[in-house]
């Protein structure tokens, strides 16, 4: 018995999802409820889990790359040595092909690459030729300015003290994009990205290159720089992104979106990231780097330790304690007093009702203690 393990849609608005970490090898065993992979989209994150033992057999896809809803990313057989079909599981790709060809009903015919790269620079397709066939470099054409011209851009904005730049083009970075614009201090300068090539156009803002620009953006006059990875698959990345800044010289301020509550009691140190709609309480305290999501509760005397992450939609009772580089899941519950060890992952919908130890990993949806 061979069964397709599918990418699910996590967001109706947004059919395609990141592999943010690839948990699993071809070939290899898994049991029921074995983390297959972590998947991201500008709004959420989700842990795909294995719905029954078996063993790898035909991994499609890889962590870095985007993958349609639908789409299959492996299957999970008993038998260790099955190999699929050349033509079985092509679900996904019928998905697609079905796509592209509403698109030609409506005029416009365009690669799958292209397409793809489209929606990343936030692209209408109505603005798209229909008299000839599309392709990459001719969507990265009409979308991007001469990078000479962006860095005439930024040579002009010498000593703005409100220029900032975005390290990091992803999901996490197009929600900063509009984080920072809702709050209107801030002037974007351009995002540094080491994956995306530079000249591309991500929500409006251009990307400027890698991270050897950051001492030259500094040396014209840039000061402030937001930290736009996640680091959801692995937080070391995060990490690694903040050293970066700091030793370029980059102070990174912290962010808190209009519609979020931060109480006045509460302490929030530079670095740190609280989103639409969050609430953080009464003399809560979160440390260098923390993120509190979209809709996340932080209740009083909670402790969040450098490099926190609360996700989307997670709840933490008062007096919650969480250590450094920890993942709390979406709509995850931790109950009061509870601590939570440095390095831990929560899985998303998880309820905790006792201490997690360092590094402890709680699964999607069970309770602590089992």
Wanted: one cysteine or more.
């Amino acid at each position: 018995m061979e069964t397709p393990v599918t990418i699910p849609l996590l967001n109706p608005n947004e059919p395609e999802a990141l592999l943010a970490a690839l948990h699993v090898r071809e070939g290899e065993k898994v049991a029921k409820g074995d983390l297959l992979v972590t998947l991201e989209t500008t709004k959420s994150t989700a842990d795909l889990q294995a719905d029954r033992a078996g063993y790898i057999a035909g991994l499609r896809l890889a962590a870095g790359q985007t993958a349609q809803a639908g789409e299959i990313l492996c299957y999970i057989a008993d038998d260790p040595n099955w190999s699929p079909p050349q033509m079985s599981g092509q679900g996904g790709q019928k998905d697609k092909d079905a796509f592209l060809s509403e698109l030609a009903s409506q005029g416009l015919r365009i690669t799958q690459p292209a397409l793809a790269l489209a929606r990343r620079m936030g692209m209408e397709l109505s603005s798209l030729p229909t008299d000839r066939f599309v392709t990459e470099d001719m969507v990265r054409a009409l979308a991007t300015r001469p990078v000479d011209e962006m860095k005439s851009d930024l040579a002009e904005s010498a000593g703005d003290e409100s220029a900032i730049i975005i390290y990091g083009g992803g999901g996490h970075g197009k929600a900063l994009i509009d984080l920072l614009r809702s709050l209107g201090t801030y002037r974007i300068a351009g995002i540094i990205d080491d994956g995306i090539p530079t000249g591309e156009v991500i929500m409006g803002v251009p990307v400027l290159g890698g991270s050897p620009m950051l001492r030259e953006l500094y040396a014209k006059g840039t000061r402030q720089a937001i930290n736009a990875v996640g680091g959801i698959g692995n937080i070391a990345i995060r990490i690694k992104v903040f050293g970066q800044l700091a030793e370029a010289g980059f102070s990174c301020p912290a962010v808190v979106h209009p519609t979020a509550t931060v109480e006045k009691s509460a302490s929030l140190v530079p670095g740190g990231q609280v989103f639409a709609h969050a609430y953080v309480g009464s003399e809560a305290r979160l440390g260098f780097g923390v993120i509190v999501n979209t809709g996340a509760i932080v209740s009083h005397d909670c402790d969040l330790a450098d490099y926190a992450n609360i996700s989307p939609g997670a709840l933490l009772a008062g007096e919650v304690k969480i250590g450094a580089a920890t993942l709390v899941g979406m709509g995850a519950t931790i109950n009061l007093r509870v601590s939570v060890g440095a390095g831990a992952r929560i899985g998303n919908g998880a309820t905790v009702k006792e201490d997690v130890p360092e590094k402890g990993i709680v699964r999607a949806g069970t309770i602590w203690p089992a």
